[in-house]
């Protein structure tokens, strides 16, 4: 589902929201897995995004944005026993924006929300992880910041 607004000029705001239902209903004829999640399907996503656009000089405007992403519980295996709990971000940009060209400064997850981007169950795959002690996660890198310059030719 996805909705946009535009409330009064120069404002706009957007918001969507998906929800899966995707679990196992028969796994290889074995029934071994049936009711759970499937891999790397979030139970849900939501995003609600506001844009501001206000002129501050002939064909140049200040330009702000803010979103904010939560995602649902996601598992990692078929066994349903790695997962991520539900988690969120914010992203922020500030810039300028004239008619060819445009400076942005932006930040993602800016609040250093802490998740995993993927993960493997050594039950898998005991060969290859059979050793560890823990399951491998891959932890998102945090808070990012940039510069983004732009020309429109």
Known sequence: IEIA???FDGFELTSS????EAE?????GTGLFD???LPNAPRYNLNVGGRYEHPVAANMNLVGRVDYHRNGRIYYA???LVYQPSYHTVDLQ???EGEQWAVTLWGRNVFDQDYATSAYSRFISPLIFGVL???PVQIDPGAKYGVELRWNF
């Open 5 to 7: 607004a535009l409330p």
């Open 17 to 20: 929201f998906g929800y899966n």
């Open 24 to 28: 196992f209903t028969d796994f290889n």
């Open 35 to 37: 009711g759970n999640w």
């Open 78 to 80: 078929q066994d349903n």
């Open 94 to 96: 500030l810039g300028l």
């Open 133 to 135: 002690q823990i399951d």
